[in-house]
């Protein structure tokens, strides 16, 4: 089930970025600066100690993140065909879940910075994905209604174009609208396409 058949046609295939998901996914950047927080307090304080231990355990906490995000990131491939969408993750045991593009009704791209980004897919129909099965593959806060997400993939609008175009393909005439998303606000608002031609992204900031 999770791999690609060969009546399929491979659109794409790639891993998340180790570094980018160490900070998007794990905060690593997050975590380091809460205990820098606390080891400078502990030093204007006069408590040497406290501010010592409070180092080593910030960064024991970042190594540890950051090792968790190395071995996610290698243990992750995400394959688009003309058909679905395939994730193998799980760091201990592998996972493999198929989403059909018959199913994506909206593609959410969240750019990180050289070319990077994150692309979140809404599904439709009342099957449901596990949020703790996806993550950290999955749209932080949709618990829900789980969202799978490309995490920090390269050429992230590129790819987005590309899985639009794959969609539309499944998708009924009416409902031919692949939404492309960016970063607009912290609400998340999001904005749509009028027309029914998937190639023509208009993205509007989330």
């Not at 395939?86 to 050289?114: D, F, Q, W, Y």
């Not at 009342?126 to 490309?150: K, N, V």
């Not at 009924?172 to 023509?200: C, F, H, M, V, Y």
Request: proline share 5%; charged share 20%.
């Amino acid at each position: 089930m999770g791999t690609p058949q060969p009546q399929e046609d491979i659109l794409w295939k790639g891993r998340p970025d180790r570094e980018l998901l160490a900070r998007s996914a794990f905060h690593t950047h997050k975590v380091g600066l809460y205990f820098a927080i606390l080891v400078a307090i502990s030093a204007v304080l006069g408590n040497v100690t406290t501010a010592i231990v409070c180092a080593g355990l910030g960064v024991l906490a970042v190594a540890i993140l950051y090792g968790l995000a190395a071995i996610s990131a290698r243990t992750t491939l995400y394959i688009l065909t003309d058909t679905r969408l395939i994730l193998r993750i799980g760091m201990a045991i592998e996972t493999r879940v198929n989403v059909p593009l018959k199913h994506v009704t909206s593609a959410n791209l969240r750019e990180r910075g050289n070319g990077f980004g994150d692309i979140a897919l809404t599904l439709a129909g009342d099957r449901l994905l596990g949020y703790a099965l996806l993550w950290p593959h999955a749209r932080p806060w949709r618990f829900a209604s789980p969202e799978p997400m490309l995490r920090s993939v390269p050429d992230a609008k590129a790819l987005a174009a590309t899985l639009a175009k794959a969609c539309a393909k499944h998708a009924p005439l009416d409902q031919n609208l692949i939404q492309i998303n960016e970063t607009r606000s912290a609400r998340g608002d999001t904005g749509s396409n009028t027309g029914p031609d998937a190639g023509a992204l208009e993205g509007a900031r989330a």
